[in-house]
């Protein structure tokens, strides 16, 4: 199911679009047509640790670390 469309309009940077194989689609922004292609198969290659990895857990633990570092600064609590 892998996908990827790399499109230019005249004066605006690459617009690239990727689908894995789980049908997940990203979408980014490059200024060459090598960086774009580079991050195609960035995400290509790690398209099993972006389908593993629970993403609310990840914004929990953020939210956690944030609220610590505040903690220690003294600044008020979230």
């Known amino acids: 199911m892998r996908d990827y469309s ?9 617009d690239t679009q990727v689908t894995d194989s789980y049908g997940n689609n ?4 490059f200024e060459t047509a090598s960086e ?3 991050w195609i ?3 290509w290659e790690k398209e ?5 990895v629970d993403s ?3 914004l929990y633990r953020a939210i956690q670390d944030c ?4 903690s220690k600064l003294n600044i ?3």
């Open 26 to 29: 990203y979408q980014n922004y």
């Open 41 to 43: 198969y960035f995400v």
């Open 56 to 58: 609310q857990e990840l």
């Open 48 to 52: 099993d640790w972006f389908n593993s």
């Open 76 to 78: 008020r609590e979230i």
């Open 36 to 38: 774009a292609n580079e």
């Open 6 to 14: 790399i499109t230019r309009r005249k004066g605006e940077w690459y």
């Open 67 to 70: 609220k610590e570092i505040d």
